[in-house]
């Protein structure tokens, strides 16, 4: 009997062709030949399992082994050719293998099916994936610390509602950047945990009737062990999804550094220089030199928040157990991983050139009374209750923006009219430097604990 399609997957079933504008629409090789390596990797392992249970001959194994690696050569080499008309990467490379090793190439998809491949494929990509995005945020943490240790002493203004509210030194708030970045490492960890099951076995959706050994295949993969449930195995996209949101996350913190490192260069602010090499200027503006790496790592966030949304939205009315909408998780997620390294990477180079204009920093925290909270604590001191002290220190700021003068600028006399309790040592209490220094618990931005703060944390490292 001969078939009237024979190109056709699974053709013995259809008496038609497929229509040519629906191959090509349903049709994902263009994009998920990027796993091919693991989809290799996962064959290789279950046909040494096959082997193992007595399915596969020793020599179909070596023949299979064989053939798989000249097909990674190949694909390495860019000299596999790719067909629409093999629909994914799991049946290119699977009729690759039978062309060149014949009937062991046809006994490779014994006891599995698609819907588990593909599962298994993603989970390794990932798991492989994440492991480049952890290596990059170590990068950019790294050179916050080198940052931080060096600006350990840099006094700059902290801010709450954009407005100056308290010294901080400069190293204290890149730490602040760090601990960011220790949260979304945390959280890849912990997302990899569920990364690292193994589907393969569960077959097209119910497991299968071959007396297979999952837990060999798992160990053979680096896989935890094998998942629970055949169903939940080939449908569950929980492990893409939260991997997404903590990539978005990622995203989130890098556009938060991005908007503030933009505000830093602008003249206005006049806190920090980027280096030349990581900006542009403009066609029309001879004068301009643009903070580009930020704004676009600032606006790349979006995409990713926006994946975060598509494959929620993939998942929300599917029903048990695997459907064709699942093949729509592989954009948003390769995206995904390029954007989050790529932005990464982008920061963990500039980082460490950019400059702190120490001066313009200490001169801006002295213009915004950012030590008027000091002055109140120092009245509490003395006996005074904090509301009072509170009114006393805002009549004193107010003397001090109708004269043009900081609050260390003000005559002991002046402060004595608004407390008699104030004595010469207020002046120590009214220095930036002495803000800062007095704020040396665990957290605080007093040099010591900055540099305390960085000591800790270069331990994680090692
Ligand atoms: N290309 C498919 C995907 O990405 C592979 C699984 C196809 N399975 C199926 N039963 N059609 O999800």
């Not at 062991?104 to 492989?128: C, E, F, M, P, W």
């Not at 080198?146 to 708030?173: R, S, W």
């Not at 801006?364 to 950012?370: I, L, N, Q, V």
Request: aromatic residues 6%; hydrophobic residues 45%.
């Amino acid at each position: 009997m001969t078939s009237v399609n024979t190109e056709k997957l699974s053709s013995a079933r259809f008496a038609q062709a497929t229509d040519a504008f629906v191959e090509i629409f349903t049709a994902s090789v263009d994009f998920d030949q990027r796993m091919a390596v693991q989809d290799i990797q996962g064959s290789l392992a279950h046909a040494q399992m096959l082997n193992s249970i007595g399915i596969l001959t020793d020599r179909e194994l070596a023949d299979i082994q064989a053939g798989l690696a000249q097909i990674q050569g190949e694909i390495e080499r860019g000299e596999f050719s790719w067909s629409i008309k093999q629909e994914d990467v799991h049946m290119n490379i699977e009729a690759r293998l039978t062309e060149m090793i014949g009937i062991a190439g046809k006994k490779l998809h014994t006891g599995r099916s698609r819907n588990d491949q593909v599962a298994t494929d993603i989970r390794l990509y990932l798991r492989h994936e994440i492991n480049v995005i952890k290596g990059q945020i170590k990068r950019l943490q790294l050179a916050l610390l080198d940052l931080a240790e060096l600006h350990a002493d840099t006094i700059m203004p902290g801010f709450t509602h954009l407005q100056v509210a308290q010294p901080v030194t400069f190293g204290h708030h890149l730490m602040a950047w760090f601990e960011m970045l220790s949260r979304d490492q945390e959280r890849l960890d912990d997302c990899c945990k569920r990364i690292n099951v193994m589907p393969l076995g569960a077959a097209a959706l119910a497991g299968t009737s071959y007396p297979i050994d999952r837990f060999m295949t798992a160990q053979l993969l680096g896989f935890s062990r094998p998942s629970n449930n055949s169903l939940d195995s080939v449908s569950d996209r929980d492990f893409a999804i939260e991997f997404t949101a903590a990539a978005s996350l990622i995203m989130m913190h890098l556009s938060r550094f991005s908007e503030e490192l933009i505000l830093w260069a602008s003249a206005q602010f006049n806190f920090i220089d980027i280096p030349d090499a990581f900006c542009t200027g403009s066609s029309i503006m001879p004068q301009k030199k643009n903070p580009d790496v930020p704004e676009l790592v600032r606006g790349k966030s979006g995409r990713v928040a926006g994946h975060l949304m598509s494959l929620l939205m993939l998942m929300k009315g599917q029903p048990l157990a695997y459907n064709k909408d699942n093949q729509e998780d592989k954009e948003p997620l390769f995206d995904t991983v390029d954007t989050v390294v790529n932005c990464l990477r982008a920061f963990a180079d500039m980082m460490p050139h950019v400059e702190a204009k120490k001066e313009n920093m200490y001169q801006s925290a002295k213009r915004g009374f950012a030590t008027a909270t000091d002055l109140a604590d120092y009245l509490v001191r003395k006996g005074m209750a904090f509301r009072d002290a509170h009114e006393v220190v805002g009549q004193a700021v107010r003397l001090g923006l109708s004269t043009g003068r900081d609050l260390s600028e003000l005559g002991l006399d002046e402060l004595q009219d608004f407390c008699s309790k104030v004595d010469v040592d207020v002046f120590q209490v009214l220095s930036l430097e002495g803000s800062v220094a007095a704020r040396k618990h665990i957290g605080g931005t007093a040099p010591d604990a900055v540099r305390a703060a960085v000591r800790v944390a270069r331990t994680l490292f090692h």
